[in-house]
C-alpha cells in the first residue's frame, strides 16, 4: 500500500536542509531590505512550516518503518536537529517585528552572512550525508561549518562589547539588540550541532 511505502530519509534531510537555506537567505534579504518587515517574517515562518511539515511526516513513516538505513534515532536527531536550526533563524527574524526594531545595524547584515553562509555549507554536508560510508568531503564540510561558528563567535563577543561602549544607544536599544546578536549567535550553534551529528553519526555507522 502506498501509505505504508517506504521513504528516503535522506531526501527528507535535504528537503529540510532546503527550507534551512531558503530561511537564512530570506532573513538575509529583511536585512537588506528592511521594509515589510512582518510580512518578511511571516514568509519565514511559512518556511519553517514547511519545514515541519517534512519532520512531521517523516516521523509518521519512521513509527511504521521495519527497517531504516541508520539507528532510528539518529535519523530523529538529525531531523529535530535541522529543524531547531530553522526555528532559531525564524526566533531572529521574529525579534525585528517583536522589538520594533527601526533601523538596520551594518554589523547585523555581516552576521546574518555568516549565517547564510553556515547554512549553505551545512545544507552540502547533509547531501553528502546520504553517502557517509564513502564519503571523502563530509569531513571538511563539518569542519566548514565549525569554521563558521567560530567566526561568529568572535563577531558576537565583539558586538555585545560595542554596543556597550556605544554611549548613543538608549539601555533599551541595547537590550534589543543583545538580544536579536544572541540569537543570531545561536543559529550558528545550532548548526555546528547537526554539522558535528552528522559527523559522529558517519563514524557510527560506517
Known sequence: MAKNKDINY???FNNMADCMVRSARQLHDMTVNFTEVK????AIH???HEADELLH???SHLNRAFITPIDREDILQIAN???NAI???EDVANLFDMLSIKSMMPCAQEFVSLIVKSADALSLAINEFKQYKHSKKLNMLVIDVNQIESEGDCLHRKLIKDLYNDESLSVL???KWKEIFD???RVLDSCEDVADMLEGMSVKNG
Open 10 to 12: 535522506f531526501e527528507v
Open 39 to 42: 510580512e518578511k517574517a511571516d
Open 46 to 48: 511559512a518556511v519553517e
Open 57 to 59: 511526516g517523516m516521523v
Open 81 to 83: 536537529g535541522i529543524d
Open 87 to 89: 526555528d532559531a533563524i
Open 173 to 175: 536599544d541595547v537590550i
Open 183 to 185: 540569537n543570531m549567535e
